[in-house]
């Protein structure tokens, strides 16, 4: 088995501990993106690709394991308890992001929130973007 397709099966794996909303987008994007670099070529283009989804799956396995040792062994949601999962991102990673990228994380937020935009639960900022609460993204610079 290959490097990639040994990656692709844990990633997938390590998913079926999500709530099944958050599993879907998650198996979604991961099929996706490696569906986008099988014909990459540039060793040091795929050495990054490798990195970040190997240290995301560290990141999820990290939690699942956290969550198994507080008897929570249904799914990294817990069967109701409150779970952080993955890791926040600091305004200066945010900020650093190109549009495109930005507004694919954007997505993704909005996909795992159930939000649909600006506004919501959890407030919004003037850009539409929101703001507090746990999950929240910080604002971009323009």
Do not use: C
């Not at 409150?82 to 990228?101: A, C, Q």
């Amino acid at each position: 088995m290959t490097k990639a397709a040994s990656l692709y099966r844990r990633l997938l794996r390590v998913h079926r501990l999500l709530p099944r909303e958050i599993r879907f987008v998650g198996d979604q994007y991961v099929r996706a993106e490696f569906r986008n670099h099988r014909s990459v070529t540039d060793q040091r283009l795929l050495d990054q690709f490798f990195k970040q989804w190997t240290m995301y799956l560290e990141t999820m396995e990290h939690t699942a394991m956290k969550n198994k040792k507080k008897g929570n062994n249904n799914n990294i949601s817990g069967g109701g308890a409150s779970w952080d999962v993955g890791k926040h991102l600091d305004r200066e990673t945010v900020e650093s992001l190109d549009d495109d990228k930005a507004e694919q994380l954007l997505d993704l937020h909005r996909a795992s929130t159930g939000g649909s935009g600006g506004g919501g639960s959890t407030g919004g900022d003037d850009n539409g973007r929101e703001t507090g609460g746990s999950t929240a993204m910080p604002p971009r610079r323009k």
